[in-house]
């Protein structure tokens, strides 16, 4: 049984830090391209960062680059999300997802329709 589990959201004061974790079992993780999107309020969900499958190279979208960073561990089977300098339009429940890797890069951008595996989200609120 597959489980995709987030956790380390909370609220925050603009400039802040949080780190969040996915914790995922029940498919051969290491096989599988790992991603945090995000969804803000009556905003689509939007990927946030991707990964390769041995954390060699990475992808980030443009409003977060410098702020974020994505990190895997295939052994624990966790995939991280740093987050610094933290502002208002952060404010979002981030997911993370996982696609069974088939050829196409991970770090190449991915739309929801393409991910397989869903945890349940973690609310992200960063106030100014």
């Known amino acids: 049984q597959v489980h995709v589990v987030e956790s380390g959201g909370g609220s925050v004061q603009a400039g802040g830090s949080l780190r969040l974790s996915c914790a995922a079992s029940?498919?051969?993780?290491?096989?599988?391209?790992v991603v945090w999107f995000r969804q803000a309020p009556g905003k689509e969900r939007e990927e946030v960062a991707g990964?390769?499958?041995?954390?060699?190279?990475?992808y980030y979208v443009d409003s977060v680059k410098g702020r974020v960073t994505i990190s895997r561990d295939n052994v624990k089977k966790i995939l991280y999300l740093q987050m610094s300098n933290l502002t208002p339009e952060d404010t979002a429940t981030y997911f993370c997802?996982?696609?069974?890797?088939?050829?196409?890069?991970?770090?190449?951008?991915?739309?929801?329709?393409?991910?397989?595996?869903w945890g349940q989200g973690t609310q992200v609120t960063v106030s100014s």
């Open positions: 990964i390769s499958i041995y954390g060699a190279s990475s």
């Open positions: 029940g498919y051969d993780y290491d096989s599988y391209c």
């Open positions: 997802a996982a696609a069974r890797y088939r050829g196409v890069s991970c770090t190449h951008p991915r739309r929801t329709a393409d991910m397989t595996y």
